[in-house]
Each structure stands twice: as structure tokens, then as C-alpha cells.
């Protein structure tokens, strides 16, 4: 590592002004910074000025948001957080976790930064070419929070007053924070920014931390309290390596066994060799290697199959489809089948052992267990969406995909079309155009319909694995927990708004529904191209919503269990009005799904599946099911009666009355009574004069 020279007296204050000019006004997210006359313990409101080149007498900090966004992550480790875990070297320990974050970085093609202050405390930071939300950058903190014992993540998770203080700021210990880099190397970082590809394999490194925030996992590490009120205040830096000046440090040559919770380095080219993906002779030890080295250990859904043989029939119809996620999951996180094997026959994994016991003998069981791996090979191979398989809802490769995947449904062969994967990404990237949009493009009381509705179609897209999506009003209703008729207006709406995010590719006809395919409209084109984590399935609204409202769905996608968020916070996170996100949180808190604690809301203890029980959400959905069922039927008998007649479906679309009014009101009553065609009318009566 390279640690910044001794500097001192003239020298010091020199190094520290050029760090300054160089770094603050590239960092901060406005034009304004905050001073410190206390000696760097508290940074008030009232001391905010106008950020200048000019290196302030006094310590100071830089704002990280602005009007919610934000182009810089740092990564602050806090050597105060590293002594509360007990460590023996407080500093080691900080110096450790930066230097496993740069490797993280490095491991997905990105680059940064980094400083150290006086007393041992790291900076590390990560500049973007494009401005992020603050709701996927507060989720990215906290999952490194659970991965990194001395990460604070509080500078990243506070909208207002996130603060940090860059390269060249004065310290309250003495002395100055200094670059471990090169200033040279940080101009370059500086002028070419990490782009989405690099955000993108961050959230695919950080999978199992994101899941385990959605799920109220434990973090991996309690974390320590903030050492203050300003979280910035604790200077901390990752330290390059002395081998060459990289723009984050170089990674470290990794032991023979990863600590839980760090990004293994993988184990050099050959391993990436297409001659030890395949065994001869052996299909079942085929592996796919994963960009950066495998992933330590599987979401936790899966690890608790794993370990516990127990799984949701909801997401899994049976213990095949739950034991062929574990499978697809280990896949995912780039193991070899030994990895797996070798949990198995440990003991570790008693509950996927039981799932082969049926199969008698060991070589039925291995036998099996290669079939499996297989067929998970098959379908993740070449697939950037696949990388997901592990930590999303139903899409393992296990579970009830609709569709099910093509290499999971039957024995594994090619892998899965290049057309399906290309499919696939488009929907993660009109996802993220559309949690761009939704927050100013739809505005009133209608836009919480209009944004239950694209759920919904997203929902279906991701089902059909398809950008072109026929699914009728009745099932995206049941999607997004609305009546039929308003998701009909809500379609109408959507398709003929300038620039839609839907576009009518054919009509409905006769049994089939209209078709829409799914497009990103130009002016969000940079916006879908930053992907947004989303745990569980894509779209989709869940029905505990149909009783307690869109504000309380809406409000409860920005809540974590980890980080507070204020009243005020959750109105423009939600992106809903003062009193809309004011009865979601009521409604949420009536019912045991969010809870007010020191510093706002987090999510509450209940379980949304058990307060729909409690309400009698699923008797209510199974009953309007029951009725679009019915009504479907005669719908058909409809269409079939006017086949019988002559008339075909070019007749039934060309009828004055709309489809969907037909189908809505079902046959005439004569029909049942008159099956071969309506009762005679009396004619006028003509007569002789």
C-alpha cells in the first residue's frame, strides 16, 4: 500500500490546498459547503458558505445530494466502528475493509480514489458520469454496510444533510486529510466517471446483502453508532498498492479462504479457461465462471432451503423446484459443483441432501444432483439477466415462472435464444426509465393508478419474459389490485400520452387482448440505462394494497428495517403528496407494516401475506377471480354462438358496440333459451286498400 508522505509545516498546508482546489468542487453535489467551528465535531446550517477553490482555515465538508440525487459514492470507513467490533488494531481493520471495497470495484471495471485522515480513518470514493437517485444509492450503502464491519453509511443515507469532507479539509485531530493517489490518477477519474455498466455489476456483486435488506435480515456485522453528528467528520481512504497507481487499490493476493461478506478475487485466467469449465466426460461439471470471482455464499432465501429443507409453496410448487433453485443459485454466484457438493456432504446443507434422499443410492443421488447443475448451466449460461437467478423471487430457474424457463422445464440443451436475452435486459432497462419518470411525469389523483398499472405490466412482461405483453384487463387487475374497468382507462391513458411507455401493437380480438410492447421513450433513454435494484419479482403490486391503498404500497417500497426515513423524506422518495404519504403511513402503521423509531419510519415487524390473511384479502381475491372466470366463459359462449351463426371474429370486432362492453354484459338471456339465433320480432303489418 502507499501511505501519503509525512508532510508537515508549509509542505503539508501546500498539498493540502491543491487537494482541495482538485477534489471539492468535483465532489460536492452544490455549490455550498459547511465549516466547522468546533473544531470538526459539529458542521451546523448556519455555518453553510459558498464553496470556493480556496482551502476554508477552518474543517469543512461537502454536500453528497442534491434535489435528491447524487454522482459519488463514498465509502467511509470509521476506525471508531472498527474498535466497537473489538478489534485488536482499530486501523488494520478500517485499512482492510477499504482495501477489500477497492477490490470490489476493481472486480467490476471500476475505478476511484481515495484519502486517509490523522488518525487512521478512510475515505474511499467512486465517482458516476450520470446523477443516481438517492433511494438505490441508500440501498447500495446499507448493503455495504452489512458487508463491511467499519463502513458508515450514514453520510449516504441522509438526503439533507449527507455530508462528507473531502481531500485537503483540515482534520480535528491536527493535520490534514490527504490523497492516497496520485493527483494525476485523480484527474483522470475525475474526467471519466464510472458509467452504468460498473453500477450494474455492483448490485450484481452485492446481491446477497440487497436481498438480506428486503428480507429484515440480520446485517453480517452489527453496526457501530456514528461516531457524531456529522458523519463525515472521521477521515477515511482506501490506500493504493505500491505495485502501480490504480485508481481505487489494488486488489489484494487472496488467501486460501474469503471472510464472510468480501468479494473473493478470482483465481486467475485459467481458471476462466474454457477447458476447466468442462470436464470430460463429466456434463454435470460445468460451471460458469463469474466476473470478479464467485459470489462467498447464496441469498438468504436460499441458504435457509439449503440449511432447513423448508420453503414458501408459493414461490416454490414443489421440493424439485425449490431444491433446483438452491442449484441455480450456486450457478449464479460463479461455484463449481464441487462448491456445492462439498456443503452437501459436509452437512452443512442437510436440507438439500434431503430433498435428493428419494433417489436411494449415492449414485442415484449424484446422478441427479449432475442433472440438476445442468440444467442450471443451461440456463444461465451467457446471460448478463442471469447473474440475478440466485436472489429474485421466481426467477432461480426453480419456482413458478410463467413461462417456466426453457432449460429448467425440460432436459438442458442449447442455451436460451440471444432475442430472450436481449428481452430480458429491456426490462430492467424500461424499469429503470420508469422509476425515473414516475415521480414528476405522472402528477394528481390519477397518476397512483397509472403507476399501478405499469407494475402491473411489468409484472406480466417479466411472467411472459417478453417486451410484448397480451395480457387482458382482468389479470393485470389482479396485478395491481384495481377494478377491470379502471386499468381498461389506465391503459387508454398510457398509450396515448406523447412519448408512452406502452405502444399498441395489435387489437383485441375475439379471445385474445390487446397487445402492448413495452418502450422507452427517448428522453429517458440515459435514465434506462442505470439499472435500479428491485428485490423479489419485477413489477407487480402486492393485494395486502387492494384493501390498504396505492400511498401505503408506494410508501412501503422506500422503507428498509436498517435506515430511518423522515415523514418528510418518504413524500418525495414516494413521490406522493403530503397528505397521500401521510395515510399510507398511517394505514402501514395500522397494521403493523411500518413503525416510527428515532429518526422516522422503517418497515414493521408484521408480514404483508398475514395482514392480507387478516383482512380477508385472499377470499376477496379469489372471489373476483372467480367472477372474471365466469365472465370469461361466457364470453367465449358468446363468440362460439356467433361462430354458429355465420358471423366470425372479423364480424364480433366489427360490431358498433365496443369488445369489452360484450364481454362485460355476457350473453343475452335469449341464448340460453334460443341457442340457433334470437326470437322472432313482429314485422309491420301490411295491408290492402
Not at 314 to 336: I, L
Not at 593 to 604: I, S, T
Request: hydrophobic fraction near 35%.
Amino acid at each position: 500500500m502507499i501511505f501519503p508522505a509525512s508532510t508537515t509545516g508549509r509542505d503539508a498546508s501546500g498539498a493540502a490546498a491543491e487537494q482541495w482546489a482538485l477534489c471539492a468542487p468535483a465532489l460536492s453535489a452544490r455549490d455550498r459547503m459547511r465549516l466547522s467551528h468546533d473544531g470538526g465535531r459539529n458542521y451546523p446550517r448556519r455555518l453553510e458558505r459558498e464553496l470556493t477553490a480556496r482551502l476554508p482555515a477552518h474543517p469543512a465538508t461537502v454536500y453528497l445530494y442534491h434535489h435528491g440525487m447524487t454522482s459519488l459514492l463514498v465509502a467511509d470507513f470509521d476506525v471508531s466502528r472498527a474498535a466497537l467490533t473489538g478489534a485488536a488494531d482499530p486501523r488494520a481493520a478500517v485499512a482492510a475493509d477499504a482495501d477489500d471495497f477497492a477490490r470490489l470495484i476493481v472486480s467490476c471495471g471500476g475505478s476511484g480514489f481515495g484519502d486517509v485522515s490523522p488518525n487512521g480513518g478512510r475515505h474511499c470514493y467512486v465517482p458516476w458520469s450520470s446523477r443516481i437517485y438517492f433511494g438505490p444509492m441508500k440501498l447500495l450503502a446499507l448493503a455495504l454496510a452489512r458487508r463491511y464491519a467499519t463502513f458508515d453509511p450514514g453520510p449516504m443515507v441522509n438526503i439533507t444533510d449527507g455530508l462528507i469532507r473531502p481531500p485537503g479539509s483540515r482534520h480535528r485531530s491536527g493535520g490534514h486529510q490527504l490523497l492516497t493517489t496520485p493527483v494525476e490518477h485523480v484527474r483522470r477519474v475525475l474526467e471519466r466517471r464510472n458509467g452504468p455498466e460498473v453500477w450494474s455489476r455492483l448490485l450484481d456483486a452485492l446481491q446477497p446483502e440487497l436481498e438480506s435488506l428486503d428480507l429484515g435480515a440480520a446485517p453480517l456485522h452489527e453496526p457501530a453508532p456514528s461516531s457524531g453528528p456529522d458523519h463525515g467528520a472521521d477521515p477515511k481512504a482506501s490506500v493504493p498498492s505500491r505495485r502501480e497507481p490504480l485508481a481505487v487499490p489494488a486488489p489484494r493476493t487472496p488467501s486460501g479462504s474469503a471472510r464472510p461478506g468480501t468479494a473473493p478475487h478470482a483465481e486467475g485466467s485459467a481458471r476462466s479457461d474454457t477447458a476447466s469449465r468442462v470436464a470430460p466426460g463429466s456434463p454435470g461439471d460445468r460451471w460458469l465462471p463469474r466476473p470478479g470471482g464467485p459470489l462467498p455464499r447464496l441469498s438468504p432465501r436460499l441458504e435457509e432451503i439449503a440449511r432447513t429443507g423448508r420453503f414458501d409453496p408459493r414461490q416454490y410448487d414443489s421440493p424439485s423446484e425449490a431444491r433446483q433453485a438452491v442449484v441455480s443459485g450456486a450457478v449464479a454466484c460463479g461455484w463449481r459443483p464441487s462448491d456445492l457438493t462439498s456443503r452437501i456432504h459436509s452437512g452443512e446443507w442437510p436440507g438439500l441432501a434431503g430433498f435428493y434422499a428419494r433417489y436411494g443410492s449415492s449414485s442415484g443421488r449424484e446422478r441427479a444432483l449432475h442433472a440438476d447443475w445442468k440444467k442450471a448451466v443451461s440456463w444461465i449460461a451467457g446471460r448478463e439477466y442471469g447473474r440475478e437467478v440466485h436472489t429474485r423471487g421466481r426467477t432461480h430457474g426453480g419456482g413458478r415462472p410463467s413461462p417456466p424457463p426453457p432449460a429448467l422445464g425440460a432436459p438442458a440443451g442449447p442455451e436460451v435464444p440471444d432475442a430472450q436475452v436481449e428481452h430480458l435486459r429491456s426490462l430492467r432497462s424500461w424499469n429503470s426509465a420508469r422509476c425515473a419518470a414516475e415521480h414528476h411525469r405522472w402528477t394528481g389523483a390519477r397518476s397512483l393508478t397509472l403507476r399501478r398499472v405499469l407494475r402491473a405490466i411489468l409484472r406480466a412482461a417479466q411472467q411472459r419474459r417478453s417486451t410484448v405483453v397480451g395480457f387482458g384487463v382482468r389479470n393485470l387487475a389482479l396485478l395491481c389490485g384495481l377494478n377491470e374497468s379502471t386499468v381498461a382507462k389506465a391503459l387508454r391513458t398510457l398509450r396515448e400520452e406523447p412519448e408512452p411507455f406502452i405502444e399498441l401493437v395489435q387489437a383485441h380480438r375475439g379471445e385474445h387482448a390487446d397487445t402492448y410492447r413495452l418502450v422507452v421513450p427517448e428522453g429517458y433513454a440515459e435514465a434506462a440505462r442505470w439499472r435500479r435494484w428491485q428485490p423479489g419479482r419485477l413489477g407487480g403490486v402486492h393485494p395486502v394494497f387492494r384493501v390498504l391503498g396505492g400511498p401505503a404500497a408506494f410508501v412501503h417500497e422506500q422503507l428498509t428495517i436498517d435506515a430511518p426515513v423522515a415523514t418528510f423524506e418518504v413524500q418525495g422518495l414516494a413521490g406522493l403528496s403530503a397528505t397521500a404519504a401521510s395515510a399510507g403511513l398511517r394505514a402501514l402503521a395500522e397494521h403493523g407494516l411500518a413503525e416510527r423509531r428515532a429518526g422516522g419510519w422503517v418497515r414493521g415487524p408484521a408480514d404483508p401475506d398475514e395482514v392480507a390473511r387478516q383482512l380477508g384479502v385472499p377470499e376477496l381475491v379469489q372471489e373476483i377471480a372467480a367472477r372474471y372466470r365466469r365472465e370469461r366463459a361466457e364470453w367465449r359462449t358468446f363468440l362460439s354462438m356467433m361462430r354458429s351463426a355465420g358471423c366470425g371474429e372479423e364480424a364480433a370486432d366489427a360490431h358498433p358496440i365496443p369488445l369489452q362492453q360484450v364481454a362485460d354484459a355476457g350473453p343475452p338471456p335469449w341464448m340460453e333459451a334460443e341457442p340457433h339465433g334470437p326470437p322472432a320480432v313482429p314485422g309491420p303489418v301490411l295491408t290492402r286498400l
